[in-house]
């Protein structure tokens, strides 16, 4: 049965892209902890991150890298924080987020209903400042 990523990256549920290559994905996640909060997702369903093959770790760390520093661009926080949790959907994801402080990486001040013109107007800032406004 396909993951729920597996089902945005077959373009089967809507999602905010802000970049997309032959073994990945990132899209702006639902439940954002922060404005511009995003998801680094493989294309293959992997559930664990250890079972990652080390080219494609390598790969997700890349990319996240490139949306942290667009995010640093964007959004001009105190940091860039990176998180692999893996209890919420069976498919590896790595977290990238604009944090000011620790308590920005707590999934307790995730958004349940955040506003999707704010989620469209933070993809699109993320989408030209990655040079992947076709996306």
């Known amino acids: ?26 899209f702006l996640s639902i439940n954002p902890i922060t404005t511009g909060h995003t998801l680094v997702v493989p294309i293959e369903e992997i559930d664990h991150w250890l079972d990652l ?3 494609l770790n390598a790969h997700l760390m890349a990319v996240a890298q490139e949306i942290g520093r667009a995010q640093q661009s964007v959004f001009a926080p105190e940091r860039v924080g990176l998180m692999i949790a893996g209890f919420e959907v069976p498919h590896v994801h790595v ?41």
């Open 1 to 26: 049965m396909s993951t729920v990523f597996s089902m945005i990256i077959n373009g089967d549920l809507p999602a905010h892209f802000v970049h997309r290559d032959e073994r990945c994905v990132a």
């Open 53 to 55: 093959d080390p080219g």
């Open 95 to 135: 977290h990238v987020l604009p944090v000011n402080d620790l308590g920005d990486l707590s999934f307790a001040n995730a958004a349940t209903d955040p506003d999707p013109l704010a989620l469209d107007d933070a993809a699109q800032a993320l989408r030209r400042a990655l040079g992947t406004e076709a996306n």
